[in-house]
């Protein structure tokens, strides 16, 4: 069986975010420590994110089922 699962509206604001600042460096995003884990919480087919050193920091970017959910959700 195939359980689907809702965005809440914390995980819909982040990828908002993501989307937003990933335009800035070369398709990905810079990801704070605190806002890591609120990522990880994503499906990850809607992103991708890779740790960068030891601190808990990252980059993330919108996959494209990612980023076409976040250019639905303009029109709803």
């Known amino acids: 069986m195939n359980e689907e699962q ?3 509206a914390g995980q819909k604001h982040l990828l908002k ?3 937003k600042e990933q335009k ?7 990801v704070s420590k605190p806002v890591y884990p609120l ?5 990850s087919g809607f992103v991708e994110m890779s740790l960068v050193g030891d601190e808990g ?10 980023q076409s959910l976040v250019d639905a959700m303009a029109w709803l």
């Open 24 to 30: 800035c460096v070369d398709g990905w995003a810079q």
């Open 39 to 43: 990522l990880q919480s994503i499906p």
């Open 57 to 66: 920091r990252g980059i993330a970017r919108l996959t494209q089922a990612g």
């Open 6 to 8: 809702k965005l809440n």
């Open 17 to 19: 975010l993501l989307a």
